[in-house]
């Protein structure tokens, strides 16, 4: 559809928000040049809108209108992909409201020296400290594991569908690299030589990205995102591109379903599926998922591993498909909580390419760190929500320990909102306007998407911007209803409106974590997610920590693993 015909066609919402429009006037318009907005057109779209102008107000519209239009029209001329950044920047900080961001040593836990298992299958189980020590005592190298996780994805891939590409040219030359440097003294740190894997909406030199679309399966995006410059430059070993629900949706991509190790009959929810299946199955030591509106937090809890949502603006998205730039996070998915925060260490900070990224203080980590005194909220109306009782016991254990643990529970009352999709979506139109104006969203597996693609281009401003307003009050409501509390619980992330937390915390970019809270009868996990202050990841890490300790999977693999 070209600009001037979606532009004259929009005054049939004028006055509406996110409004298919009649077709009538898709008919009435034509796209021939010179084409302009007549007071016919004008007429019979205030009528459909059901605005009453009189002749007067209808021509004094006239002339606003068209030169609208043709500004309209020159801003197409040369659109932006969906790469090109925005000045316009979210801040996640509430006026009147004190962020405290807390300076910490990063000391992570020191581990006990020990053999490496005897079947090698076990290696990437293991906490990454744990095999962090097995590489530096060069009981394992890096071309061992990257071998190892290589094959592993070819042997449980087919069950699993969770790898688009492997890596094996990169991984193999840089872990023989890494190897080099440990044997002349040189180690990176507790991710030297570790494998990992990067959902397919992050680039990675060299590789497609297809974001797990079919337009999209043969592009190459020829850079390293920000997070895999990082991590190459910590020492992991990039192993493979994993699946990504379609444009970051689901856990449905051109290839098929990304299904749950725990139970392969049910998906792995989404939309970092592949990150949230490798991560549970032991082919990747870790991987990075990115979260819009629980994309991250979702997956994690299907699959049994940790998901950190980090605080809005918190790791750079540079190189990464923009779902919704006010929205959009980047974070760790590991089998144990340590790891998370080890690899957050690693790839958060301010790159001066994602102007959402302020210079705060490296979020730090302490296993060491009390929680006795801390403050957690408890939302009573989420928690009776939950539907599943093996979900609602598994949370009150973990609730139990918490309070095991010195920590004081408050019940508050938090906000409910499902603006979320309006703004992520309206962000999606403009990200994904030329894909759409050149009609290659036709190619996509879920139909839904190219309809609502187009039906939020005709979003108006003034109603994305009014959202955004109301966004703001929301955010405020958020401040003042946890300002006395360090962490807010909730249940499962798969609840949505008024029983979940999910949504309000993407709109006010607090951080959050999933952690396993245990299992059903029928062995699949449980899981429950914890919302913390802005910028207090390692905070939030040590409540998840006593979760895990007493309830969680750590020690435990899907069965055929």
């Known amino acids: 559809m070209s600009t001037r015909r979606r532009f004259l066609s929009s005054f049939s919402t004028f006055g509406l928000s996110a409004t298919l429009l009649p077709g009538i006037l898709w008919a009435r318009v034509q796209d021939a040049g010179g084409a302009r907005v007549t007071p016919a057109m004008l007429r019979e779209a205030a009528r459909l ?319 060491r760190e009390p929680v006795r005194g801390r403050r957690v909220g408890i939302v009573p109306a989420v928690l009776e929500a939950e539907p599943d009782p093996a979900v609602r016991a598994n949370t009150a254990r973990a609730i139990d320990a918490l309070r095991d643990a010195g920590v004081e529970l408050r019940e508050v009352s938090v906000p409910q909102s499902d603006l979320t999709y309006f703004i992520e979506y309206t962000e999606r139109a403009a990200g994904f306007e030329t894909f759409v104006q050149r009609g290659e969203d036709r190619g996509l597996r879920r139909q839904r998407h190219a309809s609502e693609l187009r039906a939020y281009h005709m979003v108006t401003a003034v109603d994305y911007l009014q959202a955004n307003r109301e966004r703001y009050a929301l955010m405020e409501a958020y401040a003042r209803a946890t300002r006395e509390v360090d962490a807010v619980v909730a249940g499962s992330v798969t609840l949505t409106g008024a029983t979940s937390l999910n949504p309000i915390t993407s709109l006010t970019g607090h951080p959050a974590i999933a952690v396993p809270t245990g299992v059903r009868d029928n062995g699949t996990p449980t899981g429950m997610t914890v919302a913390g202050r802005l910028y207090d990841e390692a905070g939030l890490l040590h409540l998840a920590r006593v979760i895990e300790s007493a309830t969680g999977l750590g020690t435990r693999r899907p069965p055929g693993f």
């Not at 020159?74 to 950044?85: I, K």
């Not at 316009?88 to 409201?97: D, I, Q, S, T």
């Not at 299907?302 to 750079?316: E, H, N, Q």
Request: with cysteine.
């Open 49 to 367: 809108a059901g605005l009453e102008l009189s002749d007067e107000e209808q021509q004094g519209m006239i002339g606003t209108l068209n030169r609208i239009l043709d500004r309209v029209i020159e801003l197409h001329r040369a659109p932006a992909d969906n790469g090109a950044p925005s000045p316009l920047v979210f801040n996640p900080r509430v006026a009147g409201e004190a962020v405290d961001v807390p300076r910490r040593p990063f000391q992570p836990t020191a581990a006990p020296r020990q053999a490496r298992p005897a079947a090698a299958d076990d290696l990437l189980f293991l906490p990454v400290t744990h095999l962090a020590d097995l590489v530096r005592r060069r009981e394992v190298s890096a071309v061992e594991l990257a071998e190892l996780a290589l094959a592993r994805m070819a042997r449980h891939n087919p069950v699993l569908n969770c790898v688009v590409t492997p890596t094996p040219e990169r991984a193999l030359a840089r872990a023989r690299e890494l190897d080099r440097e440990l044997a002349a003294g040189i180690y990176r740190g507790l991710l030297h030589g570790l494998p990992y894997g990067v959902k397919d909406i992050v680039a990675a030199r060299g590789y497609r990205t297809t974001w797990g679309a079919a337009p999209f399966e043969q592009r190459v995006i020829d850079l390293d995102a920000a997070v895999v410059e990082r991590l190459t430059e910590a020492g992991a070993v990039l192993v493979a591109k994993l699946t990504s629900g379609e444009l970051a949706f689901g856990d449905q991509w051109y290839g098929g379903r990304t299904n749950n190790p725990w139970n392969p009959e049910e998906g792995s929810s989404g939309s970092s599926a592949g990150s949230g299946a490798a991560t549970a199955a032991g082919l990747v030591a870790f991987a990075i998922g990115t979260d819009t509106g629980g994309s991250i937090l979702s997956p994690a809890v299907r699959c049994g591993v940790v998901g950190l949502r980090p605080t809005f603006g918190r790791v750079s998205r540079h190189g990464v498909m923009n779902a919704g730039w006010t929205l959009d996070k980047v974070g760790p998915m590991a089998r144990h909580v340590e790891d998370c925060a080890i690899v957050l260490q690693a790839i958060a900070g301010p790159d001066g390419r994602d102007l959402a990224v302020p210079p705060e203080p490296p979020p730090g980590w302490d296993p």
